[in-house]
């Protein structure tokens, strides 16, 4: 996909691997310079290395830092800099018993997902309205709609990303300044791969992968995991100068999972 971000600058959080990744690739292609980001120096080194030797001419900055954390948030600011483009991508998953999730479970996830986006919003988000121009977009999920019943906290901390999105894309009503959330569903990444290794299984094999869609995911409508450069795509295109009238809105990447119409 091809949209034009050039004279842009973005900042992905998470973007060492996985969706994040493809989304900081995806912008880059597109024109914008990115900033990229991780909790380790050395993934972020090695993302940008990975990233320019697909795309030699890709400008790309460094922005380490750990997003759970007001002074994580506040050094990966510095470094990044001012953005027209912020994507609230960093995020942790994990599968346990819902009667035996811990408080410090329940609010590491939340410290992560949900109050790292507030935190980078809450700074740029008047910046980019001083700006007349600005793109913010929540990296949410199918499990903040259908809640998962094996990561209840997970499922809890989208929900509160797609609240954010509204109730900020409102705050900046008239401004320029778009607030979008990205739904995906399951996704093929690293993180997901490695899953299925602990299992003894590999993504490889077809039918490892339909089957755990048949039965984790049973209303998916195209029956495999969504590749995480499709869910750039999306990304890119609500980042861009084109989409100026969507804002405040829930965008489904789940390959039809949700049941819904809404």
């Known amino acids: ?41 050395a993934d972020v080194a090695d993302a940008i290395a990975a990233i320019r030797a697909a ?31 912020l994507v609230n991508n960093a995020g942790i998953y994990e599968v346990k ?44 999920s199918e499990s903040g709609v259908q809640i998962p019943t094996e990561m209840i906290h997970y499922g809890f901390s989208k929900s509160a990303d797609l609240a954010l999105t509204r109730g900020f894309a409102q705050a900046l009503a008239a401004s320029g300044v ?29 039918k490892v992968e339909r089957g755990f869609i048949d039965r984790a995911r049973p209303s998916s409508i195209i029956k495999r995991l969504a590749k995480p450069e499709e869910v750039a795509a999306t990304v890119a295109f609500l980042c861009s100068r084109e989409a100026s009238a969507i804002t405040g809105s829930p965008v489904r990447v789940d390959g039809g999972i949700v049941m819904s119409i809404t």
């Open 178 to 206: 778009t607030v979008n959330a990205v739904l995906p569903g399951p996704t093929r990444t690293d993180g997901v791969e490695a899953m299925f290794k602990a299992r003894g299984q590999s993504l490889d094999d077809p």
């Open 55 to 85: 795309q030699p001419q890709a400008r790309l900055v460094p922005a380490p830092g750990d997003v759970a954390s007001a002074e994580g948030v506040a050094a990966i600011i510095k470094a990044a800099g001012e953005v027209d483009i």
């Open 97 to 140: 018993d819902a009667f035996e999730i811990p408080d410090e479970d329940w609010q590491r996830l939340f410290a992560v997902n949900v109050m790292s986006g507030v935190r980078f919003t809450r700074h740029y988000g008047p910046r980019m309205r001083d700006n007349g121009f600005g793109r913010i977009v929540f990296i949410s």
């Open 1 to 41: 996909m091809r949209v034009d971000l050039s004279g842009l600058r973005a900042l992905v959080t998470g973007s060492t691997k996985g969706i994040g990744r493809a989304i900081a690739a995806t912008l880059a292609q597109n024109g914008a310079e990115v900033a990229v980001n991780g909790r380790k120096t």
